[in-house]
Nanobody, 127 residues
Framework: QVQLVESGGGLVQAGGSLRLSCVAS????????MGWLRQAPGKEREFVAA????????YYADSVKGRFTISRDNAKNTVYLQMNSVKPEDTAVYYC????????????????????WGQGTQVTVSS
C-alpha cells in the first residue's frame, strides 16, 4: 500500500525550468521503482522517467533525455523530476507512480507497469 502526492506543477515559459516533487507514504521496498508519466489532453499516458528506490539506475524517455533529471531523497521519501529547457510539447498532467515489485528489465515504461498513482500535477509550458 503506497500513497503518492505530487506537487510543483504550474505555468512556465518555454526554455525555463520546473521541479516536480512526489512524496511517498506507506510501504516501499528495495525492489520498488518510481516513475513519472504524463498525459496530455487527448493522448495516452506516456513514460517520462523512472528511478529505483535503491541504487543508481535511472531511465528516461528519448523525448526528455538530456533535459529532465529524476532523483530521489529516501530520507524524505520523495522523488523529484527536474525539468529544464521545457518545451510546449511538455505540457501535460504529470503523474508519479510506483511499481513496488520491480525486479529489472524494461517493465517501467508503460502505464500498466505501475500499481500506484498520485493525483497528478498540471504542467503548462507557454511558447
Amino acid at each position: 500500500q503506497v500513497q503518492l502526492v505530487e506537487s510543483g506543477g504550474g505555468l512556465v515559459q518555454a526554455g525555463g525550468s520546473l521541479r516536480l516533487s512526489c512524496v511517498a507514504s506507506g510501504r516501499t521496498f528495495s525492489s520498488t521503482i518510481m516513475g513519472w508519466l504524463r498525459q496530455a489532453p487527448g493522448k495516452e499516458r506516456e513514460f517520462v522517467a523512472a528511478i529505483r528506490w535503491t541504487g543508481s539506475n535511472t531511465y528516461y524517455a528519448d523525448s526528455v533525455k538530456g533535459r529532465f533529471t529524476i532523483s530521489r531523497d529516501n530520507a524524505k521519501n520523495t522523488v523529484y523530476l527536474q525539468m529544464n529547457s521545457v518545451k510546449p510539447e511538455d505540457t501535460a498532467v504529470y503523474y508519479c507512480a510506483a511499481d513496488v515489485y520491480y525486479s529489472g528489465g524494461y517493465y517501467y515504461s508503460r502505464e500498466n507497469d505501475y500499481d500506484y498513482w498520485g493525483q497528478g500535477t498540471q504542467v503548462t509550458v507557454s511558447s
